[in-house]
């Protein structure tokens, strides 16, 4: 019995087709959500002119400058702080928690959260039940993201994995992210360029980056990419990175790396998959990345069901497409792109 309008994915090996079904849709109803008063601790700043450090002088400062008696009457100076009374569910102090406590270990910040949240339920079993709850939503949630982003990568030819800096003398935090927004939705719009990406902060001195892997068509490349030669402060070695003029003149600093084969294209992957895991950041996706391509399968293309219940379907490497009883051709990339796609 052949399958009509089924969902196909490309997992890395091999396709795999998801046959379409129907089931009575219903409105999906929202759990209610209790409003609790959160009380927090927040510093006021002080309306005297605090004394400047050594960093805000612009003379160094020297022992001689400095009398017993300026030193005696300069007491120490502690910021008063202030009850602040918030409005917010269970879940957003939850959200709020567990962001500020991203970088710790999984087990360290469960036992955080379940501190801060106990005064808002009756018993501690029932602040851990519900802390549980909330940990598995957010495992459930990186799992489906990070399909999602595997499923989008499978179905394009990237050849390109680029990191933006910015220079402090163009821009800011905020106009680097603004500017390089707008500059890639235009190469989109215009050059058919492709991209997934992430932003990021380095360890060391928080300055703000984005990693993305491009699909940037022939022609359709700015500026003119060059050699130079480079030190890497992390491996400590001299380096050659490829550099484009047009971004450097405009950003600061840009690295295109080539992605020659599959193996290439999972590091990049891997290393984009680091963020979303452990620093909970979003993906960036550019339009025209979708997660399935539509199509009608054959008996003859299935090697087996498999997945939960048999729900899925695996096909040969060289199965045809159909799309509403029109044979398009054996799957390839260029039939690929006359299908309807879906995500």
Not at 275 to 296: A, C, H, M, N, R
Request: hydrophobic share 30%; charged share 30%; with cysteine.
């Amino acid at each position: 019995m052949p399958y009509g309008e089924t969902k196909v994915y490309f997992d890395g090996s091999h396709y795999i087709a998801i046959p379409h079904t129907t089931r009575p849709s219903r409105p999906r109803r929202q759990p209610f959500e209790e409003v609790i008063t959160v009380v927090e601790d927040e510093k006021t700043p002080t309306t005297e002119e605090s004394t400047p450090s050594i960093e805000d002088v612009p003379i160094p400062l020297s022992e001689d400058n400095v009398t017993d008696d300026s030193v005696m009457s300069e007491p120490e100076k502690t910021v008063p702080s202030v009850k602040v009374e918030k409005k917010m569910t269970k879940k957003e102090l939850f959200n709020q928690l567990y962001k500020e406590n991203i970088n710790l270990t999984k087990a360290q910040r469960r036992k955080i959260i379940i501190q801060a949240m106990r005064p808002y339920f009756h018993t501690e079993q029932a602040t851990v039940d519900y802390v549980n709850i909330q940990m598995e939503r957010k495992y459930r949630n990186i799992v489906s993201r990070r399909i999602r982003l595997l499923r989008k990568v499978n179905l394009q030819h990237f050849n390109y994995f680029v990191t933006f800096t910015y220079d402090g003398k163009l821009h800011t935090e905020d106009s680097f992210r603004k500017k390089l927004k707008s500059c890639l939705r235009n190469m989109c719009n215009r050059k058919s360029w492709k991209y997934v990406g992430v932003w990021e902060r380095s360890p060391e001195k928080k300055r703000l980056h984005f990693h993305g892997l491009f699909h940037i068509p022939d022609g359709a490349m700015p500026g003119i990419l060059f050699e130079k030669n480079d030190y890497n402060l992390n491996t400590h070695k001299r380096q050659i990175t490829v550099q484009n003029s047009y971004f450097n003149e405009k950003f600061g600093r840009s690295d295109f790396e080539s992605i020659d084969d599959r193996n290439s294209l999972g590091d990049a992957v891997a290393y984009i998959l680091k963020y979303i895991e452990k620093t909970g950041e979003k993906i960036v996706y550019s339009k025209g990345l979708p997660q399935f391509f539509i199509s009608d399968i054959m008996d003859d293309d299935i090697i087996c069901p498999i997945g939960l219940e048999d729900k899925k379907l695996l096909l040969f490497d060289d199965f045809l497409c159909w799309d509403e009883g029109v044979l398009i051709g054996k799957v390839s990339p260029e039939t690929i792109r006359e299908l309807r796609k879906s995500n």
